[in-house]
T-cell receptor, first 113, second 111 residues
């Protein structure tokens, strides 16, 4: 069965520091991969997505993610975190012809001054 | 442009009362529609999805039900709420089967 693992329940980084959120998936074929962000009490917003092609994808708000097939990973990165980036981040995977997206359990990001 | 509306934003209901949450999408046709629930401090649980009018797929057996009376309308219902139904309910749509657009959510508290 397909699954998505976000090994870090929460992460704390200092403002201005770099960020990497980890995501691993379990699926036989090449999946469609996503990162979403959720601010408290809000719905989820799509940050970026990978369908095919260049394995380094750029998203909104200065985020990027890299697809590594050999590691079944799709880690999210940002070179310099801002206090407004504090939120919960969800990695997700879908597949061609499917109607469902599988979400990871989420990683909550705390940003300290 | 496409928009998704979900209401109400918050709801406090007594145990045993009925529930109706509504979600509508504008600016698209024949979207795939989804209901998710997010319990406090936990990830997203897919409850129902629909690929067309009158077509409902249930992922988790429970006392909730869903209906799609119109192409761009998706309703989540319950005849009798349980305490365990409390949570944050999210509606989402997608046109191509990938890349969700989420509504702003409904915070349901069953008391």
């Amino acid at each position: 069965a397909q699954s998505v693992t976000q090994p870090d329940i929460h992460i704390t980084v200092s403002e201005g520091a770099s960020l990497e959120l980890r995501c691993n998936y379990s699926y036989g074929a090449t999946p469609y991969l996503f990162w979403y962000v959720q601010s408290p009490g809000q719905g989820l917003q799509l940050l970026l997505k990978y369908f095919s092609g260049d394995t380094l994808v750029q998203g909104i708000k200065g985020f990027e993610a890299e697809f590594k097939r050999s590691q079944s990973s799709f880690n999210l990165r940002k070179p310099s975190v801002h206090w407004s980036d504090a939120a919960e981040y969800f990695c997700a995977v879908a597949y061609t012809g499917g109607f469902k997206t599988i979400f990871g359990a989420g990683t909550r990001l705390f940003v300290k001054a | 442009s496409q928009t998704i509306h979900q209401w109400p934003a918050t709801l406090v209901q007594p145990v045993g009362s009925p529930l109706s949450l509504e979600c509508t999408v504008e600016g698209t046709s024949n979207p795939n529609l989804y209901w998710y629930r997010q319990a406090a401090g936990r990830g997203l649980q897919l409850l129902f999805y629909s690929v067309g009018i009158g077509q409902i797929s249930s992922e988790v057996p429970q006392n909730l039900s869903a209906s799609r009376p119109q192409d761009r309308q998706f309703i989540l219902s319950s005849k009798k709420l349980l305490l365990s139904d409390s949570g944050f309910y999210l509606c989402a749509w997608t046109e191509t089967g990938v890349g969700y657009t989420f509504g702003s959510g409904t915070r349901l508290t069953v008391v």
